[in-house]
């Protein structure tokens, strides 16, 4: 037999059987969905029943992805209330009790993330199955990476960049590039999902820079930077900015010296100028003092006359 003739026969022959021993049969429209953090997302359940709603019983239940083991009870329905879980108060209710076991969920969480269960049960009907799955991912953007730096920044030293991102669903992938002056992208260790690293061995004035670390996922990307400016130590005497200081220090040097130099000549000049000036009035005064002793002379002789 055809496999599309074998298929409808058993499609028939299901709800013929279901129609027969007036069985419930859950079935989900999709058995995975995906939201964003913050939007609302709607849970569908169908089911087929033959019996009224009087004793219809509904129960959702989550199993987080953070504790898969470990299911909750998210929202139930049973003799026409509605108990919701304390957690999710506000942000989940049933949309169309009692014809379907649909819930909306608002204000989505990452946390919300997880299979969740729809099993409906409307006695006397036998659940044939009364179970449906369905898997919920809540996609999140990458939030802010931080990026740091440690390591020796002198030419020879060895550098490693680092970049870490908090938050993101997918988890973001971590990207180091260059960006200036020129664009290289560079090899990343993965440290754990959500940090990677840059080891720059034998850093060179070339290594200088500003490097970016991109957290990309589906839904964006998230830059931090980093700027390195490596210092050459070695270049010193050599370099160019070496010259200008020599010149000016040789300059001033040449200035004090001239200027000991002028001091030292007006010294000696003013010091023999005092003596030669002091020797003309010790000349003066022994003319003087000769002048005197003539001068008194006659009136000595004269003295002597009298
Ligand atoms: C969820 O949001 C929709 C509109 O966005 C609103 O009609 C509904 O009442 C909300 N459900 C809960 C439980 O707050
Ligand atoms: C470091 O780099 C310089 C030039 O950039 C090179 O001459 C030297 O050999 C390198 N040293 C090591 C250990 O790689």
Redesign the pocket.
Known sequence: MASPVRWILWTLFVCFAALQNAALRVTMRDSSLEAVRGD?VLLPCSFFTSSDFSRLNVIWTLAPFSSPVSPVQVIVYDHGQVIKNPSL?????FTGLPFSADI????TRVSDGGIYRCMVNNPPDTADPGVGELLLSVLEPPSLPVCEWDGAIDVGGSVRLSCSVEEGVPIPEIRWEKVNPEEISLPVNMEGELSGSVQIANVSSQTSGLYRCSATNVLGTENCYVNLVIYNSEAAPGGPSGVLPGVLLTLVMVLVLLALLVIILWLHRTGQDGRSRRRRRDRKAEEEECYNEIRYTPSLMKRSFV
């Not at 909306?104 to 204000?107: A, I, K, P, Q, V």
């Open positions: 609302s108060i506000g942000r989940v209710d909306m969920l608002n204000e």
